[in-house]
């Protein structure tokens, strides 16, 4: 029902940029929140940063304010905006869309796109 197309990724130094998009189609109509996942080899996927319909968002504590979340309607075209990467960003980033009713939960996933930060 959902697909969605991951970009961005790259090498990068510490100090520097990337800008993920991930790009959605599909019954995106429904999709009640977007947001981005990484997962380094060996670890633990966590979120990262969540935006909701309503526009709220949300970051884990060590990327608030350096990454930023966003998302185009008009593309239907969600954004990761990386700035002063740290080595420890270095991870694979997936795009997550999730749509809920009051019975059931639906995950929609990316291919995932490297980001890898050098020092």
């Known amino acids: 029902q959902v697909q969605l197309v991951e970009s961005g990724g790259g090498l990068v130094q510490a100090g520097g940029s990337l800008r993920l998009s991930c790009a959605a189609s599909?019954?995106?109509?429904?999709?009640?929140?977007m947001g981005w996942y990484r997962q380094a080899p060996g670890k633990q996927r966590e979120l990262v940063a969540r935006?909701?319909?309503?526009?709220?968002?949300n970051y884990v504590d060590s990327v608030k304010g350096r990454f930023t979340i966003s998302r185009d309607n008009a593309t239907s075209t969600l954004y990761l905006q990386m700035n002063s990467l740290k080595p420890e960003d270095t991870a694979v980033y997936y795009c997550?869309?999730?749509?809920?009713?009051?019975?059931?939960?639906?995950?929609?996933w990316g291919q995932g796109t490297q980001v890898t930060v050098s020092s």
């Open positions: 997550n869309a999730r749509k809920f009713s009051s019975v059931v939960t639906m995950d929609y």
């Open positions: 935006i909701t319909r309503g526009g709220m968002t």
């Open positions: 599909g019954s995106i109509f429904s999709i009640n929140a």
